[in-house]
């Protein structure tokens, strides 16, 4: 049996193609090029394929894979997308072999990428792209801060991608959101693809400010006592400002001891022995009728056992505690004190006798 090397196939423009390079003497070509009609992936008959809109894989007839199995196109498939009317150019790999023949099926991001038209036509050329070992990422929107834990969700993301482009903006969707992301750079850096493979690497990822993107400016808060101290240049001393709105509403003044009353109020937290003594029998001649204790229980107004309990509303706060000022010695602050350390003069452990001259004493 002889093997012609002209017989081709009339209906495969590719066999055509084939036969011609083989008679001229020349070798047969190792590159997939053809060109599809190509869809969005929701316009795809059968199962709805939502992880798949989301991906950077497309998907392609099933004679795409006799010709890529033909030309000896090894694992990983990577396509170069040519939109020669836009001169628009990207990457993708290939999910399945299921579509019609002579249509190609896209995700919806690839189309914006390449500004394509449902039914406009694509060229699709097989390509080899180097291992990926950095990318600069830039969140398109600032809700993907929101995400607790974002290397996580790019990881199982990436499953579903098979290289990346310089330039592309990528969607990924991630409970019930999608969010786009834009390729900054790419390491390695082809001059002439600007795109790497991202199956089988290690792939070191860095992250830009989401667009958008506000650093929230610290700005400090105070309370109207603070507020009503700055204004008249010192902190009144005492209980808290009159005029304060939280302290009126929970009657502060009638609650909260005095300064005085607060070291006695330390020494009588409990009532359990704040009363006077009793006998347990009564002596003779003495009236058997016991006195009457007093109350330890604390009176609103009158109360010297310690600042009572503040039953505020859930979701409130007081600080409107007494302030002790700093006690002053002999007239003299703190901060007036502190440059006359070590000054006077210098005292002696023994007393001199009289008409001692040596400078010296002797014990008694």
């Not at 599809?36 to 939502?50: K, T």
């Not at 399945?96 to 060229?123: C, H, N, R, S």
């Not at 507020?227 to 010192?234: E, I, L, T």
């Not at 003299?332 to 001259?357: H, I, W």
Request: aromatic share 8%; charged share 20%; glycine share 10%.
């Amino acid at each position: 049996m002889s093997f012609n090397a002209g017989f081709y196939d009339e209906d495969d423009p590719m066999a055509m193609y084939q036969a011609a390079m083989l008679r001229r003497g020349g070798p047969p070509p190792r590159r997939f090029d053809e060109y599809y009609r190509c869809y969005p992936i929701v316009m795809m008959p059968g199962a709805d394929r939502e992880t798949a809109n989301h991906g950077g894989k497309v998907f392609l007839p099933a004679s795409a894979l006799d010709k890529l199995t033909r030309l000896h196109i090894t694992y990983p498939m990577l396509f170069e997308l040519i939109n020669g009317v836009k001169e628009r150019t990207t990457h993708a790999g290939v999910l399945e072999f299921v579509a019609e023949e002579g249509k190609i099926y896209l995700p919806y991001w690839l189309m914006q990428t390449l500004l394509l038209e449902p039914g406009d036509l694509l060229q699709i050329k097989s390509t080899d792209l180097p291992l990926g070992s950095f990318i600069k990422l830039q969140p398109q929107d600032s809700s993907f801060l929101e995400i607790s834990d974002p290397k996580a969700v790019l990881e199982n993301a990436f499953r579903n991608f098979s290289c990346l482009t310089k330039g592309d903006i990528f969607t990924f969707s991630y409970n019930d959101s999608v969010y786009s992301i834009a390729v900054l750079e790419v390491k390695p850096d082809d001059p002439q693809k600007h795109a790497i493979c991202t199956l089988e690497t290690d792939l070191s990822v860095d992250f830009a400010p989401p667009v958008g993107y506000e650093e929230p400016s610290r700005t400090g808060t105070s309370t109207p006592a603070s507020a009503a101290g700055k204004s008249s240049g010192k902190l009144a001393s005492g209980h808290i400002q009159p005029h304060g709105t939280m302290a009126q509403a929970i009657n502060y003044a009638s609650i909260a001891p005095s300064s005085e009353f607060a070291a006695a109020g330390a020494k009588a937290v409990s009532s359990n022995f704040g009363t006077q003594g009793h006998r347990l029998t009564t002596k003779k001649g003495i009236g058997g009728k016991a006195p009457t204790p007093k109350p330890s229980t604390p009176i609103q107004g009158a109360s010297k056992n310690g600042p009572q309990p503040l039953r505020l509303p859930p979701g409130k706060l007081f600080f409107g505690y007494e302030i002790k000022p700093v006690k002053e010695k002999d007239g003299v602050t703190p901060e007036e004190g502190q440059g006359v350390s070590f000054q006077g003069q210098g005292q002696s452990l023994r007393k001199k006798k009289q008409g001692d001259t040596s400078g010296t004493s002797t014990p008694r």
